[in-house]
């Protein structure tokens, strides 16, 4: 008997990128539509109403992802392992709550994905923020859109360049993957710009509701694109830019301190746990 151990925890076969794609495009509609829908549309008209519904279908929208990505290939290793990096990952972000955007989760959110592919990635970012939400009270309408936030961001990472994604087998140092030092370089310079996205698509999960509350930062359903565009701009400059900052020099930190040991441990996990063991069986001895 042969094995053949690859490390991505979830493989995404056909029907898991579809889903996956519709959930991403139902999501970029759910975020950008006070930029995409005309003033004069029923939709700009019930500006207030919006993100209610739209927070109801992503909900069901990743389910549907998680559920067909769990029908590919989650097995019980995976579930072990997605339990025990979510419940690690929702403790890490009460940690720095209310403190200039120190938020831990987000540098063990980017190591992850890495180690274990987008597919898994996105299943991790979402049920973790679920699960910090739990923990902290943090559920609300704005819930669904942190979860597929955060799927994207953790799946973002494993779709980065020179990921070990086929069989780990004997091969030349350094073939077809990036390791060394240059690795936590990436990470770090992904886990920068994609903390600062995160905040980003995240304000205009919010940016609606404000209504007539701050004029000259709110959304107006009835101006241009481009007014409120502007407005988008002023109201992240004014609300959560130096958050954000915290929250991307906080996992630049992290990632650049531990991301080696981490990486080296999430690593060997994936290989005792051959999560994608291809079993064959030799013929009898002769």
């Known amino acids: 008997m042969s094995r053949t151990a690859r490390v991505h925890a979830v493989r ?22 006070p930029f995409l829908a005309p003033p004069d549309s029923r939709l700009s008209a019930h500006a207030q109403d919006a993100p209610w519904l739209f927070a109801g279908l992503l909900v069901l929208l990743v389910a549907v992802v998680a559920a067909t990505i769990s029908e590919s290939a989650l097995g019980p ?55 910090s939400a739990l923990l902290t009270g943090g559920v609300g309408p704005w819930l669904p859109f942190q979860m597929l936030s955060m799927g994207w961001f953790t799946m973002g990472a494993g779709l980065l360049p020179g990921a070990a994604g086929a069989a780990v087998q004997a091969r030349p140092s350094g073939w077809g993957r990036l390791r060394g030092r240059g690795e936590p370089l ?43 565009l502007a407005r988008f701009v002023a109201y992240c400059v004014a609300t959560s ?46």
């Open 12 to 33: 995404l076969g056909p029907r898991s990128l579809a889903a996956l794609a519709l959930t991403s495009a139902v999501g970029v509609v759910a975020f950008g539509w």
């Open 77 to 131: 290793k995976a579930v072990a392992m997605l339990g025990v990096l979510a419940a690690t990952g929702a403790a890490l972000r009460p940690i720095g709550a209310g403190t200039a955007g120190i938020e831990p989760m987000f540098f063990l959110m980017v190591l992850s994905g890495r180690v274990l592919g987008p597919g898994f990635g996105f299943v991790l970012g979402s049920v973790t923020m679920f699960a």
């Open 186 to 228: 990436m990470l770090a310079g992904y886990g920068f710009l994609a903390a600062f996205a995160y905040g980003t698509v995240m304000n205009l999960a919010g940016w609606p509701f404000l209504g007539g509350a701050a004029s000259n930062i709110s959304f107006d359903a009835g101006a241009p694109v481009a007014t409120n």
């Open 241 to 286: 830019l130096g958050w954000d900052l915290g929250r991307a020099l906080c996992t630049v930190v992290l990632t650049l301190a531990l991301g080696p040991a981490v990486l080296r441990a999430l690593r060997r996990a994936t290989r005792r746990a051959a999560f994608e063991t291809a079993v064959t069986f030799d013929g009898p001895a002769q």
